[in-house]
T-cell receptor, first 116, second 111 residues
Framework: GAGVSQSPSNKVTEKGKDVELRCDPI?????LYWYRQSLGQGLEFLIY????????KSGLPSDRFSAERTGGSVSTLTIQRTQQEDSAVYLC??????????????FGPGTRLTVL | TQLLEQSPQFLSIQEGENLTVYCNSS?????LQWYRQEPGEGPVLLVT?????EVKKLKRLTFQFGDARKDSSLHITAAQPGDTGLYLC???????????FGTGTSLTVIP
């Protein structure tokens, strides 16, 4: 069965360029999360989508970061004018429903972003 | 600001030894999860604990949720090289929708 997929797996970009990271959640999962993980560290929450509700953007570190989720499925995280401190692994997770507090988050393999 | 602090940050032990990882916070969580992450992969859920004082066992792993639902521990008995990885705790906010991850514990089990 298909899990959460992310693309690209690796992205190297120059400072100041824009990047787009893609997440394909598990089919039928209504909740989608983006996290950022610095080398060997814990995960930092970025944004949360639930169905057609307004996303929870409280974790986005600056207005250079934005995300969309089209048709309740695929999501794109965009970072404009990238900075070196944006270098990290960006992880996407999907979850069947927000109502079950024990529902599992299924993570994708992540996109490793390197800003030179 | 990290809501959940894990200790130790790094742990290197011999195969067969026991170990405990701690996850502490001053905040109350509706549930707490433990994940294991291997290099190049996303975290994989090991367990979810919901009730204060709850203890769950998964083979050689024992998870406990603190009575006040602010902290948790993971105990591994007779560690194996296959247990090597980054262990992460994550607390769910009171709505159950947002998750706050700990700082991580990197475990290496030496054969």
């Amino acid at each position: 069965g298909a899990g959460v997929s992310q693309s690209p797996s690796n992205k190297v970009t120059e400072k100041g360029k824009d990047v787009e990271l893609r997440c394909d959640p598990i089919s039928g999962h209504t909740a989608l999360y983006w996290y950022r993980q610095s080398l060997g560290q814990g995960l930092e929450f970025l944004i949360y989508f639930q169905g057609n509700s307004a996303p929870d953007k409280s974790g986005l570190p600056s207005d250079r970061f934005s995300a969309e989720r089209t048709g309740g499925s695929v999501s794109t995280l965009t970072i404009q004018r990238t900075q070196q401190e944006d270098s990290a692994v960006y992880l996407c997770a999907s979850r069947l429903s927000p109502r079950g507090i024990t529902d599992t988050q299924y993570f994708g393999p992540g996109t490793r972003l390197t800003v030179l | 600001t990290q809501l959940l602090e894990q200790s130790p940050q790094f742990l290197s032990i011999q195969e067969g030894e026991n170990l405990t990882v701690y996850c502490n916070s001053s905040s109350v969580f509706s549930s707490l999860q433990w994940y294991r992450q291997e290099p190049g992969e996303g975290p994989v859920l090991l367990v979810t604990v919901v009730t204060g004082g709850e203890v769950k066992k998964l083979k050689r792993l024992t998870f406990q949720f603190g009575d006040a639902r602010k902290d948790s521990s993971l105990h591994i008995t007779a560690a194996q090289p296959g247990d090597t990885g980054l262990y992460l705790c994550a607390g769910a906010g009171l709505t159950g929708n947002q998750f706050y991850f700990g700082t991580g514990t990197s475990l290496t089990v030496i054969p």
